[in-house]
Nanobody
Framework: VQLVESGGGLVRPGGSLRLSCAAS????????MNWYRQAPGKQRELVAT???????NYADSVKGRFTISRDNSKKTLYLQLSTLEPEDAAVYYC?????????WGQGTQVTVSS
């Protein structure tokens, strides 16, 4: 059972990235999925959630700029990051609750710098 993120990198302010999270070993379509991020010296924060049925919610700081989506046939979660700001720089993690426990990926680094 694992979650594996990819798609991070270095981008200039105002740029875009798409993060992916590939799931294996779980019945992906049955679970709500989350994206979190953690910047240096800060607590991990919830960025976006998508339910198993496709409803989504966002942190106020990213609303209108980030879009969470999922492809259940590919067992993959996505986060489209647009109009990036330096404050968005962090390690981004996908997450779900599986069998009563937190399941995390290893994270993917997003750096926003000119």
């Amino acid at each position: 059972v694992q979650l594996v993120e990819s798609g991070g990198g270095l981008v200039r302010p105002g740029g875009s990235l798409r993060l992916s999270c590939a799931a294996s070993g779980i019945f992906f379509g049955a679970y709500d999925m989350n994206w979190y991020r953690q910047a240096p010296g800060k607590q991990r924060e919830l960025v976006a959630t998508i339910t198993y049925s496709g409803s989504s919610n966002y942190a106020d700081s990213v609303k209108g700029r980030f879009t969470i989506s999922r492809d259940n046939s590919k067992k993959t979660l996505y986060l489209q990051l647009s109009t990036l700001e330096p404050e968005d720089a962090a390690v981004y993690y996908c997450h779900t609750r599986w069998n009563g426990a937190d399941l995390w990926g290893q994270g993917t680094q997003v750096t926003v710098s000119s």
